[in-house]
């Protein structure tokens, strides 16, 4: 099971760190994927990591805001959010898929948990 956390209310140009915590003793053999959905819109990629923590993507408009990390002996995945905007409103989730590839399909992430909501004040 995962579960998303992190979420708030904050003001344009904070920070918001999301952390994704695991259960079960095979969190460490998989990829970990941020997705966020906002009102009326499909969910997106945002960012992933990789097993080993050793290989990461991001969405292009989150590069270089977005920065994810994960800490395996603590089963946890992090995504550090800075200079939000209010665009970047959205329920965020994260989601497992045991293989590589291509981050950003949806239907490629086997396990998703429940989201956290971020709110973006102008």
């Known amino acids: 099971q995962l579960q998303a956390s992190g979420g708030g209310l904050v003001q344009a140009g904070d920070s918001l760190r999301l952390s994704c915590a695991a259960s079960?003793?095979?969190?460490?053999?998989?990829?970990i994927g941020w997705f966020r959905q906002a009102p009326e819109k499909e969910r997106e990629f945002v960012a992933a990591?990789?097993?080993?923590?050793?290989?990461?993507g991001y969405a292009a408009s989150m590069k270089g805001r977005f920065t994810i990390s994960r800490d395996n002996a603590k089963s946890k995945v992090f995504l550090q959010m800075n200079s939000l905007k209010p665009e970047d409103t959205a329920v965020y989730y994260c989601?497992?898929?045991?293989?590589?590839?291509?981050?950003?399909?949806?239907?490629?992430?086997?396990?998703w948990g429940q989201g956290t909501l971020v709110t973006v004040s102008s």
């Open positions: 990591i990789s097993w080993g923590g050793g290989r990461t």
């Open positions: 989601a497992a898929r045991p293989k590589g590839g291509d981050w950003s399909p949806r239907d490629e992430y086997d396990y």
């Open positions: 079960g003793s095979t969190f460490s053999s998989y990829n």
